[in-house]
């Protein structure tokens, strides 16, 4: 497993949701400029999980931890969930600066609300696009507003999600790591394991 590809994994997890009005699933895909990523990710009102590839990412806000999980060697890392990264759900967002509607668009055969979305991290400005379906807020893609990224969502199925998505599964050895050594990263992601 490519440090690359466990560092995409945890970003985008963290870059996916914050709290959603309605629970769904979705098959995803991921696009920018070094990499095209498809997956699964399914969502409740505090729990985000993402499957790419043989790994799965679980994001518990309830509980302030964050699971990388790899069913191939039954074993999973955890560690302190950072809400500060969190981006782009329904509600403000940390380090949101300006949230301005920009009209309705259809996004592969879909009416959706269009926002632009300005936001600080890491010091910086950015700026974000975001497509939510009316009625149930739910994001159907999201965008740089400079086109380096790209998330879609396709075949979302609203829903109850069930509780098993969203733990860590019964048997699985918790690896004495963390995701400084694992990514490469230099810290981002704090030194306690959960």
Do not use: H
């Not at 696009?31 to 505090?46: N, P």
């Amino acid at each position: 497993m490519s440090g690359m590809f466990v560092k995409f994994t945890i970003c985008f997890v963290l870059l996916s949701q914050a709290a959603f009005a309605a629970e769904f699933s979705a098959d995803l895909a991921f696009i920018s400029k070094e990499t095209r990523e498809k997956g699964k990710i399914a969502v409740t009102d505090e729990k985000v999980m993402v499957k790419i590839g043989e790994i799965i990412t679980i994001a518990r806000i309830d509980k302030n931890v964050m699971w990388v999980v790899m069913p191939k060697g039954k074993t999973y890392i955890g560690m302190p969930l950072q809400l500060q990264n969190i981006f782009i759900g329904t509600e403000n967002i940390p380090g949101e600066l300006d949230r301005k509607a920009a009209g309705t668009e259809i996004v592969d055969g879909q009416n959706t609300n269009k926002y632009r979305i300005t936001y600080q991290k890491d010091g910086l400005a950015n700026t974000a696009l975001l497509w939510m379906l009316p009625g149930v807020n739910i994001p159907v893609k999201k965008a740089a507003e400079d086109g380096s990224w790209v998330i879609k969502y396709t075949r979302i199925l609203v829903g109850e999600q069930p509780d098993e998505l969203f733990e860590v599964p019964a048997g699985y050895q918790k690896l004495d790591t963390n995701m400084r050594s694992l990514s490469g990263t230099g810290g981002i992601f704090g030194e306690k394991e959960q």
